[in-house]
């Protein structure tokens, strides 16, 4: 069968669909068990796709789904181009990304281009084999002396990036888990066999990959090892690739660096973009996080004032909280001190150089400040990611190893494994949330499905909006200031659409005086009831926040005709 | 008919925030009027007028521009002065022409084509270009200037009070926008009169960027204050709305400000002789300060001693041009860190006084002695408990400390280190604001009294 005879394409064939979908970060082990073996599968995510419709969600992100043994989240791949046992078959897979694309979802998958488990055949073939065909597939050397500039990224594992391999008789290179050798770009068979594996997914229908650990390819002496223009070259190549011969689909690049190196990573500013079509905004999050606390709006608006414009075809991508640590490099020294202390008071809340939390413990469960962050999320520049559960408010389990403390099973009812799994409740893959506050008998979906003032319906209700506004998507994003600091308000335009957004970052209530003068004569609509507010008049436009409040208005052009 | 005028002008005047002789007896002694503004045959008339007030018989010049219109159009009554009987145009009213959206573009228009007809030059730091299309705004909270948001992007400050010669904000503005200096908003030019009859011409106006982001940085630490406040018991360092990364920061600011000042302009050293003729003179200003605020009575022998030590230190002091006002409320946050507005130095000094090289240490004095007045603000002294007195103490302590860390860590050098001289500035200012409050917030009075006290006794 070839793949036009069987699939099922997603209705809209806009190449720019990204910039406007909201995304959806979904753990297949953690969100949905079908077989009752205590794991969930690619079935029971299937089984759920009716619920992530009924949200508004555009497209999935799978984090890897491939062979693995595990030891990173499935990051270790032991086999680009199979999916693990437990998880399913390559078969259930094309029903999944069937019965998705047929309720107008699309599918990214993670991709791990850096590094592979040490269980993958080829490094297995590597070590035993130096001359054999795979010899030269990792990067290998007699001495650890090499790239000493290059930093170590999980320094609470990792003493160095070298780990010496007594079959082989040397050592081998790892930027993270000494698990995890890194392959050698430089070696044309590896890119041979990376785009062999994207082309396999590609024609089963993927929408796109999202790319981990993209700045770490290549490795040089006396650099740091990151964001090197050979990485970029081989992006270019991957991109070509992609759009010669399934055109449409993306490339979402996980490079946690600043903006302004961030930004290579779009490629060729000129041509609208030739590398990947999104990136992550990584310092956004715990910016947010920082001006929330602060109650001052210059976190936020500094480092969007500090982000370069991007090539055309290309997008952010922005989320809260995604099933890896609150990564707090993109913030000072002193910030990062502040950050720890307010929002992981228990030392085993921080992980590696972050805060393994989920979004509803970091805010204390106060569902104003979720509506708060949800709400800057989806209207912020950039196109919003959120995590499976977050929209339920779910909770953390912060006593499980690694960072499995914001990966546990999503909570469908109250009863048994919160509806995840038949299993005995002892072979789960891991253990659901029972503490009182955040339990699966208080926090699952069933419950929020049925009260309509939940975080749920709420978070439905803000993505029908976001949806319904071009101008949250595609629109121009301008900072206007305003005389409160605990305010941040900003203006999102496309065309005739025209978005006002003001936030209060501070827990009191809070006046704003805004500058609105191109809007002279406008009656703000507030989106959220439809409630129409005065007039802009000459005077600065003065409006009024609850703690955490937060305003969307349409601002609309042609208001005299669009009246009855 | 033109007494008539002059009454109405005054009886306009007297209600404006930067008439500065309210509660005197005033009258109009002369009205300059520049010839009329190239309004390209569209009314309104526009002009600048210099109107002369004497004020209990003091003698001041203000500088107002006039939109004449032959009829009252209706949208401008809340900016009419009165009728006038020109004689080429017959009878006229005249409105306060920055409240008029129509008569601002004649008068901002001589920036961007030059033209300096209206008996007014205009010079600018590189080609300007104005959006006269987005109405303009007027900033509210100013004293004695009226400042206006021209399109989205440039704020033009018009001096109300004028005096011949160069005006520190421009000159000041004009040196550190050509060096460069990133802790200023950039001058973009300014206008002035003609000189006349070989005397100076007046500065009216200067234009620089307008920075739509930024935040006074007093209502920023107040709101600091109020966090801090709402919380039971929790320190300064605890809360949320901590302000000691902000303070940090605009200590480095205010820094720089000053090595751009030392580099941009003159800069001297004061020896020993000239440290003891300022002791004298902050020593005369105390005395002056005991005999109107008798308050300060008790403390004055031990704040004497201060002015003592500074009269025999053995030591030089350099000294350069300094902002000479600067407390919180002469500084902005802006997406782009911390500026510095405002260079007219203290307004009730004479010109030759606020233009004196002076050494930075009086700034630095004046910051903390803000972050002080920002603690004791949210409460009144009076109306504290110990508990409160205590936290704000706390803060304001937190603050200075963090302004003076961030000082130094961009300067290179620590102005605790130069203890005798911090100590007299800070002494001066607080005698000076002793002053201030009792003529005009007596309730206040006790914030600066408050730290006369600690400083007597430290």
């Known amino acids: ?564 | 008919m033109t007494a008539d005028f002059h009454a109405q002008l005054l009886h306009y005047m007297n209600d404006q925030r930067w008439f500065a002789g309210k509660g005197g007896v005033s009258s109009i002694d002369e009205v300059v009027r520049l010839p009329w503004l190239d309004t390209k045959d569209v009314e309104p008339l526009v002009r600048v007028e210099l109107v002369t007030v004497l004020t209990d018989g003091a003698p001041q010049i203000y500088h107002v521009p006039m939109a004449y219109y032959e009829s009252e159009p209706e949208r401008m009554a809340h900016a009419l002065i009165g009728t006038y009987d020109d004689p080429d145009h017959g009878r006229l009213v005249a409105y306060d022409a920055l409240h008029d959206r129509a008569a601002i573009g004649a008068y901002v228009l001589g920036f961007v084509d030059r033209d300096d007809s209206g008996g007014v030059t205009h010079t600018v730091l590189g080609p300007v270009d104005i959006d006269t299309e987005t109405p303009s705004v007027m900033l509210t909270g100013e004293q004695s200037n009226t400042s206006l948001v021209l399109g989205e992007n440039l704020l033009l400050k018009v001096f109300r009070k004028v005096v011949a010669g160069r005006n520190p904000d421009i000159e000041i503005h004009d040196a550190l926008t050509r060096a460069g200096s990133t802790a200023i908003a950039p001058l973009r030019g300014w206008m002035a009169t003609e000189p006349r009859d070989g005397r100076q011409g007046y500065d009216l106006t200067m234009l620089q960027d307008f920075l739509r982001s930024g935040t006074d940085g007093w209502e920023y630490a107040r709101a600091s204050v109020r966090d801090l406040m709402m919380e039971a018991d929790l320190h300064a360092d605890e809360v949320g709305g901590d302000f000691a990364a902000e303070a940090e920061r605009l200590g480095g600011t205010v820094a720089r400000l000053h090595g751009d000042l030392a580099e941009a302009l003159q800069t001297d050293t004061w020896g020993v002789a000239e440290v003891k003729q300022l002791a004298d003179r902050l020593r005369k200003r105390l005395a002056e300060a005991v005999a109107t605020a008798p308050e300060l009575k008790p403390y004055a022998a031990t704040l004497g001693s201060a002015y003592d030590a500074l009269a025999t230190l053995e030591t030089s002091v350099p000294v350069q041009r300094v902002h000479g006002d600067l407390h919180l409320g002469q500084t902005l946050r802006t997406i782009g860190g911390w500026v510095i507005i405002d260079f007219e130095g203290e307004p009730a000094k004479p010109l030759a006084e606020r233009n004196a090289l002076d050494s930075p240490i009086r700034d630095v004095a004046g910051m903390l002695r803000s972050f002080d007045y920002a603690a004791y603000s949210m409460v009144l002294p009076s109306e504290m408990t110990s508990q409160e007195r205590h936290r704000v103490d706390e803060w304001a302590e937190r603050n200075r400390t963090a302004f003076l860390d961030g000082y130094s860590a961009a300067r290179g050098e620590d102005p605790r280190a130069q203890e005798v001289l911090l100590r007299a500035y800070e002494i001066d200012k607080a005698a000076y604001e002793v002053v201030y409050e009792k003529h005009n917030r007596p309730s206040w009075v006790n914030i600066p009294l408050s730290a006369i006290e600690r400083l007597a006794t430290a």
Not at chain 1, 448 to 472: E, F, G, K, V
Not at chain 1, 528 to 538: H, Q, R, T
Request: charged share 25%; net charge negative; glycine share 8%.
């Open chain 1, 1 to 564: 069968m070839t793949e036009s005879e069987h699939q099922i394409r997603p209705e809209s064939d806009d190449p720019n669909w990204f910039k406007r979908a909201v995304f959806y970060e979904v753990l297949i082990r953690s969100f949905k068990d079908s077989s009752g073996d205590g794991v969930g599968d690619l079935r029971g995510l299937a089984e759920r796709l009716d619920y992530l419709a009924w949200l508004g969600v555009d497209c999935l992100w799978l984090p890897p789904f491939f062979p693995s043994p595990l030891r990173d989240g499935g990051y270790d791949v032991s086999d680009y181009t199979d999916v693990a046992e437990d998880i399913g078959t390559i078969d259930d897979f094309k029903m999944f990304l069937d019965a998705a694309h047929s309720r107008g979802i699309r599918v990214i998958i993670d991709f791990v281009m850096n590094h592979t488990s040490d269980q993958h055949p080829w490094f297995q073939s590597s070590r035993s084999d130096p001359d054999g065909p795979y010899g030269d597939f990792y990067v290998w050397s007699d001495t650890d002396d090499l790239y000493q500039d290059a930093r170590i990224i999980f320094v609470d594992t990792e003493a160095s990036n070298w780990t010496w391999d007594p079959v082989r008789g040397q050592y081998f290179w790892h930027r993270f888990y000494s698990h995890q050798p890194d392959l050698n770009f430089d070696n044309p068979a590896v890119h041979q066999a990376m785009l062999d594996a994207l082309a396999f997914w590609l024609d089963l229908g993927v929408d796109g990959f999202r790319l981990d650990a993209v700045p770490y390819l290549y490795e040089r002496e006396g650099t740091n090892g990151e964001n090197l223009p050979e990485t970029h070259t081989f992006l270019r190549k991957v991109r070509t690739f992609v759009d010669d011969g399934w055109p449409g689909r993306v490339l979402l690049a996980e490079a946690n660096q600043w903006p302004t190196d961030v930004v290579d990573y779009f490629g060729d500013f000129n041509t609208g973009g030739d590398e990947c079509h999104m990136c992550f905004h990584f310092p956004v999050m715990p910016r947010i996080f920082m001006a929330v606390r602060r109650e001052s709006r210059y976190p936020i608006s500094e480092i969007l004032s500090q982000t370069p414009d991007i090539p055309k075809n290309c997008h952010w991508g922005i989320f809260l909280r995604n099933h890896d640590e609150l990564t707090l490099e993109m913030v000072t020294d002193e910030d990062r001190d502040y950050m720890w202390a307010e929002y992981a008071k228990d030392p085993r809340m921080k992980a590696n150089i972050g805060i393994r939390r989920r979004l509803a413990p970091l805010l204390d469960n106060d569902i104003d400040q979720m509506e708060l962050f949800t709400a800057l999320l989806l209207s912020l520049p950039g196109s919003p990611v959120l995590y499976y559960g977050d929209e339920i408010g779910m909770g953390d389990n912060i006593w499980l190893g690694d960072r499995d403390g914001v990966r546990t099973p999503m909570q469908w009812t109250p009863d048994r494994n919160a509806g995840f799994s038949s299993a005995t409740p002892g072979r789960l893959t891991l253990p659901v949330i029972m503490d009182p506050v955040f339990g699966y008998q208080a926090v699952n979906v069933e419950a929020d499905l049925a009260n309509t003032s939940s975080l749920l319906h709420w978070t439905r209700r803000m993505i029908q909006i976001r949806q319904q506004h071009p101008a949250l998507g595609l629109g121009s994003f301008t900072d206007i200031g305003g005389s409160n600091p605990a305010v941040l308000s900003f203006l999102r335009e496309f065309g005739d659409d025209a978005m006002l957004c003001v936030n209060n970052l501070s827990r009191f209530a809070q006046p704003v005086e805004l500058d609105l003068r191109p809007f002279e004569g406008v009656r703000p609509i507030e989106t959220l009831g439809g409630v129409e507010f005065p007039a802009i008049g000459e005077l600065p436009y003065l409006l009024t926040l609850g703690g955490y409040g937060f305003y969307w208005f349409r601002l609309p052009k042609n208001q005299e005709a669009s009246r009855p």
